[in-house]
Each structure stands twice: as structure tokens, then as C-alpha cells.
């Protein structure tokens, strides 16, 4: 038996610090991707511009959630 099916773009295999397994698929109005594909980087991709945007978004919530939590336990005298 052969083991033809386990040859194949090993060149093209990515470290594993820069592998990526999860998957977004998303549809968007054809007018909010032109208008995201006009704001691009000269050499950025789109999917990177995406993730960037939604990593800083998700990185601010998170941060309000934070403080949001960190009052509540000073006005309630926990973090006394």
C-alpha cells in the first residue's frame, strides 16, 4: 500500500507558533468590504486588518469589564 496521500506541501507548512487552526467565516454588504479593502495598508491583507481590529476591540471590553469589576469591589469594601 502506498502512503501517496501523506506527501504534499510540506513546504508550505507553517511553524506552529505561526499556525493558526480556528476559522471565521463571515458575510458583509459588498459596500463594508470596499469600504474596509480602501482602507488597507499598502501590502496588508485583509483578514489580517479584521483580526487586528477585532483583537483591539476585544482587548478594550475586556479592560472595562476589568475596572468595572475592580470599582465594584472597592465601593463594596472587599479590596480594602
Known amino acids: 500500500m502506498s502512503n501517496h496521500h501523506m506527501k504534499g506541501k510540506r513546504n508550505a507548512a507553517k511553524p506552529e507558533s505561526k499556525a493558526r487552526g480556528a476559522f471565521i467565516h463571515m ?41 468595572e469589576k475592580f470599582a465594584a469591589e472597592v465601593k463594596s469594601g472587599v479590596m480594602r
Open 27 to 67: 458575510r458583509v454588504k459588498q459596500s463594508d468590504k470596499d469600504l474596509m479593502v480602501r482602507s488597507l495598508e499598502p501590502s496588508e491583507k485583509l483578514s489580517e486588518f479584521l483580526i487586528n481590529l477585532g483583537l483591539i476591540e476585544a482587548k478594550k471590553r475586556a479592560s472595562v469589564k476589568y475596572a
